[in-house]
C-alpha cells in the first residue's frame, strides 16, 4: 500500500500518516523534513524531488504532505489518498496548539529548524498559512481531484477528525486483505 495524507497546515497529516505507517509497518516520509534545510532554506527543486523518489523507492510507503511540485510524481505512483479535510475551527485549534508548544519547547523540527515567535508575523508561519489558504486550497484540490487524472486512486476524504481512527483501521483491514 502507498498512501499519502494530504491537508492544510494543522489538520494531522504527520499524525495519521505515522500511525498508519506503524500500522503497515512501512515507511513514513514527511515531506517538509525532505523540502526543508537548516536556517529554513528550502532544498532546491532537483534535490527536493530526488530526495521523495529515494524516499518512496519501496513498494510500499506512507507520505504526508502537500507540496505540488512533486503531486504527479507521489500521486502517481500512490495507491490511496487520505485528504484531511477539516473545518477552519479544527484547524486553527490544532495549529496554534501546535504551534505554541513547539515555541515553548523549542522543538526540532528538521534539519535544526525550530519554530520561533519572532516568525508568527510572517504570511508562510503554518498559523498564518492554514488560515489564509484553507479555502483555496480546499477548492484547489476538490478541482484536481475533479479533473479524472488521479482515477486510479481510492480518495479518503476526512471531513472531521474523529473518523481519522476508522480510517487508519479501514486502511489496515484493506492491507490484511490484500496481504500487503
Not at 137 to 154: D, N
Amino acid at each position: 500500500m502507498r498512501v499519502v495524507v494530504i491537508g492544510i497546515s494543522g489538520a494531522g497529516k504527520s499524525t495519521l500518516a505515522r500511525a498508519l505507517a506503524e500500522g503497515l509497518d512501512a515507511p513514513h516520509v514527511e515531506l517538509d523534513a525532505l523540502h526543508w534545510d537548516a536556517g529554513w532554506t528550502p532544498a532546491a527543486p532537483d534535490v527536493f524531488a530526488a530526495r521523495v523518489a529515494a524516499a518512496t523507492a519501496g513498494p510500499a510507503w506512507v507520505v504526508d504532505g502537500n507540496y505540488s511540485a512533486v503531486r504527479p510524481f507521489l500521486w502517481g505512483g500512490a495507491t490511496h489518498l487520505v485528504w484531511l479535510d477539516y473545518e477552519r475551527l479544527p484547524i486553527m485549534l490544532r495549529v496554534v496548539r501546535r504551534s505554541v508548544s513547539r515555541a515553548l519547547g523549542r522543538q526540532e523540527l528538521w534539519n535544526g529548524n525550530r519554530e520561533d515567535w519572532r516568525s508568527w508575523w510572517r504570511a508562510s508561519h503554518p498559523i498564518r498559512w492554514a488560515w489564509s489558504q484553507w479555502r483555496g486550497r480546499r477548492a484547489s484540490l476538490e478541482a484536481v481531484l475533479e479533473g479524472g487524472a488521479h482515477g486510479h486512486l481510492r480518495v479518503l476524504r476526512l471531513r472531521h477528525p474523529r473518523e481519522a481512527d476508522e480510517a487508519i483501521g479501514a486502511l489496515l483491514a484493506e492491507a490484511r486483505r490484500s496481504g500487503g
